[in-house]
């Protein structure tokens, strides 16, 4: 092993890409079996307690973020390249789950609904496709510091987003589709003036970097001078991606109520 754990990308020489390696498949394998069996033995964990995490988590999740900062400002600075303001500022799609968090927690009304709708659907659904393709390990191999922390992070946005439907904290209807688009278009009114002064893709909305397929429609808007037009695309499919959370969660409830009236009958 020619590198150090908390090795910068930049220092790692020729260890080639670690995606769906041995470990990464583990780690995948463990995070489906047993994130669920997880969130359904603390099913009845009451809200007071959930409050409780929630507010931790807010926390936790915060420093997180500003020690991966740190670390890489660091190399980034002393190797001469300067504050990366084109891809180190927390304007990504993944970093909603530190400000929906903090909202759900502290937050009350709307404010709290809007981020708990987020946090049950965009957010863990993202946060399994992390799991699958985590970016990180294109940069870095897995027994590292930013692969350890891109698999974290997207593993944090899926137990998350589980528990608070599993625990009953978060029941979502279908307006919840909409309302969890809301923290996304708050982020991108940020997100996009930063991807055209810094030539950035924040929230992937400029370039759909790491994106199969969106990149190259990405890349043909742009020759068209329409990528304004891949940018709406790119917010427009995380509609339906919320959709796909809720139908779900539609679904379980009502095999749960069939079950559980068909129980009250039997007895």
Excluded at 19 to 31: E, P, V, Y
Excluded at 64 to 73: A, H, N, R
């Amino acid at each position: 092993m020619n590198y150090k754990f908390f090795d910068y990308k930049y220092n790692i020489k020729g260890f080639g890409s670690d995606l769906f390696g041995t470990a990464h498949l583990i780690f995948i394998a463990l995070s489906f079996i047993l994130v669920p069996i997880v969130c359904f033995l603390l099913r009845k964990t009451s809200h007071k307690k959930i409050d409780v995490f929630l507010k931790i988590f807010a926390v936790v999740i915060t420093l997180l973020e500003i020690t991966k900062m740190t670390w890489e400002s660091y190399y980034d600075i002393t190797t001469g390249r300067g504050f990366n303001f084109g891809g180190i500022l927390p304007l990504y799609t993944c970093s909603l789950l530190i400000y929906t968090t903090w909202f759900a927690a502290y937050g009350k009304g709307r404010v709290k609904d809007y981020s708990l709708a987020y946090l049950t659907t965009v957010n863990l659904i993202s946060g399994g496709i992390g799991i699958v393709y985590c970016n990180g390990l294109n940069w870095y191999p897995f027994w590292t510091f930013g692969a350890f922390y891109s698999l974290f992070f997207h593993f944090s946005m899926f137990a998350i987003g589980n528990f608070l439907l599993f625990t009953g904290y978060k029941k979502l209807g279908y307006k919840d589709i909409f309302k969890a688009w809301v923290p996304m278009v708050i982020l991108a009114v940020v997100a996009i003036p930063a991807n055209y002064q810094y030539g950035a893709d924040y929230m992937q909305i400029y370039e759909g970097s790491g994106v199969p397929l969106f990149d190259k429609l990405a890349s043909t808007l742009a020759d068209n001078n329409l990528r304004w037009v891949f940018t709406e695309i790119m917010l427009a499919t995380y509609i339906p991606l919320a959709g796909v959370a809720v139908c779900t969660a539609k679904f379980t409830y009502y095999i749960n109520g069939k079950l559980k009236r068909k129980a009250v009958v039997e007895t």
